[in-house]
């Protein structure tokens, strides 16, 4: 019951934290693109997460143990503080855009950024199914092992893949292309995450090598 009530207190702060950083800059609550995001952020993250506090509660508090301070070196904690801060640019530059039309995104490309959104998030909440090991934070823990099936087969770090899905769709999603910009100063911070995360697998998870040897693409198939 706990880790359900922390699940629902997780998405109440969700909800606040997009509230501030989107009709604060818009200056407005009439952005109904925001509203809209937020609802689909919000279902596509908390659906899986009840499941998760029901079913496989240990696997959601690795999930809800994040951000700079769960970190234990430094320069996880300088790159994860650096993709928060990306992040925190994409909302406020999407609702400055909006604010002051400095693009117009079409309904139907929002909608599209809106199902990316929504496919990204559940991608990165089925890995956490699939893979109750997967945490917030690069950890090894006793008695973990390799997943190697569903989406582990197709790339390496799937959650990072859905974390890029999902961060290419909110631009769009809230009505600005230029926020798009913001996004791209996250990629080589989420590179830099994944590079350093496969060092402590291979040195620390029994059989990661030879996952790497058996698939190739870290996070997108045929590029990287």
Avoid: C
Avoid at 198 to 223: I, N, T
């Amino acid at each position: 019951m706990k880790i359900f009530l922390q699940a629902l207190a997780s998405s109440v702060f969700g909800v606040a934290f997009f509230a501030v950083l989107l009709f604060v800059p818009a200056g407005t609550l009439n952005y109904w693109q925001a509203w809209v995001f937020i609802a689909v952020f919000m279902l596509a993250t908390l659906i899986p997460s009840l499941y998760l506090a029901v079913r496989n509660p240990a696997a959601l508090r690795r999930r809800m143990k994040a951000g700079p301070g769960a970190e234990t070196r430094t320069s996880q904690k300088l790159i994860i503080s650096g993709i928060i801060a990306a992040v925190v640019a994409v909302l406020v530059v999407s609702a400055l855009d909006h604010r002051f039309g400095w693009s117009q995104v079409p309904t139907t490309l929002v909608v599209a950024g809106d199902i990316l959104v929504a496919a990204g998030l559940v991608a990165a909440q089925w890995v956490v199914i699939e893979n109750s090991y997967a945490a917030a934070t690069i950890t090894v823990e006793t008695g973990q092992t390799v997943v190697t099936t569903g989406l582990y087969g197709i790339v390496r770090h799937p959650m990072y893949a859905g974390t890029l899905v999902m961060m290419l769709g909110t631009p769009l999603a809230l009505d600005s292309y230029w926020a798009l910009f913001a996004v791209l100063v996250a990629l080589p911070l989420l590179a830099a995450r994944i590079l350093d995360e496969e060092s402590v697998l291979r040195q620390q998870l029994a059989g990661y090598p030879e996952y790497m040897d058996k698939v190739r693409y870290r996070l997108v198939p045929f590029l990287w």
